[in-house]
């Protein structure tokens, strides 16, 4: 059985850049959900996907968007990046949407 | 609001004895409860859970207890080990809208 995986492990952006983050879910599981981590904080909601439709978000704005595909790996990608959106993006899957494996998140720096 | 928060931002315990780890929540419509583990440079690894009609719950070496009364959770990790020593996470979660709110977490520092 294959865990969660993401790519890239380390990113470097610009501000006001665009960066695309994938996920792929752990076989079986077919919610997706994205979470920011700040440093010292713990995982913030961002969205989650189901089946290819989004299924619930957080507080974040439409600058945050993503899909899912009939795979149900998914992307999460960041438009106009600003400096606080550097952070650690983990991705999570499940099969109910609760009981939630995370994969090793892409560290995002953006200068 | 919703809120799930630690008492503790960093515990030390000794290798060997018994660590615990506590939690309180404000959202009275959650009713599944999770911990995690994250270690440094990796994604939160899932410990144990608790659904809200249980008050209990045991695995290896970790025991869950939730008091809805309170609105308190805690975590209890038997006979500590360094491999241990990582940040903890309590978080929630409601069937009404599925995300999984979490705190800000505690570290556990192993001595030796």
């Known amino acids: 059985e294959t865990g969660v995986t993401q790519s890239p492990t380390h990113l470097i952006k610009t501000r006001g850049q665009q960066v695309t983050l994938r996920c792929s879910s752990q076989s079986g599981h077919n919610t997706v959900s994205w979470y920011q981590q700040a440093l010292g904080q713990g995982p913030q909601f961002i969205f989650q996907?189901?089946?290819?439709?989004?299924?619930g978000r957080g507080n974040f704005p439409p600058r945050f968007s993503g899909l899912q595909f009939p795979n149900y790996s998914s992307e999460l990608n960041v438009n106009a990046l600003e400096l606080d959106d550097s952070a650690l993006y983990l991705c999570a899957s499940s099969w109910t949407g609760r009981e939630q494996y995370f994969g090793p998140g892409t560290r995002l720096t953006v200068t | 609001g919703e809120s799930v928060g630690l008492h503790l931002p960093t515990l030390s315990v000794q290798e060997g004895d018994n660590s615990i780890i506590n939690c309180a929540y404000s959202?009275?419509?959650?009713?599944?409860f999770i911990w995690y583990k994250q270690e440094s440079g990796k994604g939160p690894q899932f410990i144990i859970d608790?659904?809200?009609?249980?008050d209990k719950r045991q695995g290896q070496r970790v025991t869950v207890l939730l008091n809805k009364t309170v609105k308190h959770l805690s975590l209890q990790i038997a006979a500590t080990q360094p491999g241990d020593s990582a940040v903890y996470f309590c978080?929630?979660?409601?069937?009404?809208?599925?995300?999984?709110?979490f705190g800000k977490g505690t570290r556990l520092h192993i001595l030796p």
């Open positions: 996907y189901y089946r290819e439709e989004e299924n």
């Open positions: 978080a929630e979660n409601s069937r009404r809208d599925d995300k999984i709110i």
């Open positions: 608790i659904r809200s009609n249980m």
């Open positions: 959202n009275s419509a959650s009713d599944y």
